[in-house]
Structures are given as structure tokens and as C-alpha cells.
């Protein structure tokens, strides 16, 4: 069984707490729904590797890092399914993808 491709993100949000908190609901909901989106993008990095893609969103368990109080992480998972047996993402397309991530985030919230 070949294992799911997955991309681990750390979000980081500042602010008061509570705004903070809440935010991880609006930051999994804007990923969600620009899912397809990142489907796209993939196949425009690579047609072959992810013809028949398909992206989830979910939550991760991160390493703790230390971070000011008025900062809240927020991990979250993009799973990418039904790609070529075998991928390895280069640092390359890895760092493309974040950064398209960043951007969906950004643009949405």
C-alpha cells in the first residue's frame, strides 16, 4: 500500500485569544472550499503526477514550538490523493504548494 501524500502546514494567527481560537474553523472551511483550486494548481506543477488528484483538509499533530501569547498555531493537514504510486514531492513543488496555501489562507480570511 503506498502511503497518501501529505503536506503538514503550520498556520499562525495573531491577536486576542478568542479571535484566535476561532480562527482555525474559518482557516479549515477556506482551505476547504477552495480545495479544487489546489487541485488545479497541482496539475498545472505536474499533469502527470496528479492527473486524478484529489484534496482533503484535516488537522495535524505538530511538534510544539514556543510562541508569544498573543499567537495561536493552528496545524493543518492537506492530504493529496490518487497521485502516481511512488510521488515524492521535490522542495520545489512542496514549497509552491505551501505558498499557494498561504495564499488561499490569506485571500479568504
Known sequence: DVPTPQIPVRIT???????SDRSLSFI???????KQDLAQY??????NAFE????SIGSVD???????????DHP???IIKNVIPGYVF?????????RFIKEL????L
Do not use: H, M, Y
Not at 497541482?42 to 499533469?47: E, P, V
Open 52 to 55: 486524478d488528484v484529489r484534496v
Open 42 to 47: 497541482l496539475k498545472s506543477l505536474d499533469r
Open 105 to 108: 489562507v490569506k485571500d479568504n
Open 62 to 72: 505538530l511538534p510544539d514550538v514556543t510562541v508569544p501569547t498573543f499567537v495561536t
Open 90 to 98: 521535490t522542495t520545489e513543488i512542496r514549497t509552491s504548494i505551501i
Open 76 to 78: 493543518v493537514q492537506v
Open 28 to 34: 479549515t472551511d477556506a482551505l476547504e472550499a477552495r
Open 13 to 19: 494567527v495573531r491577536g486576542p485569544a478568542e479571535e
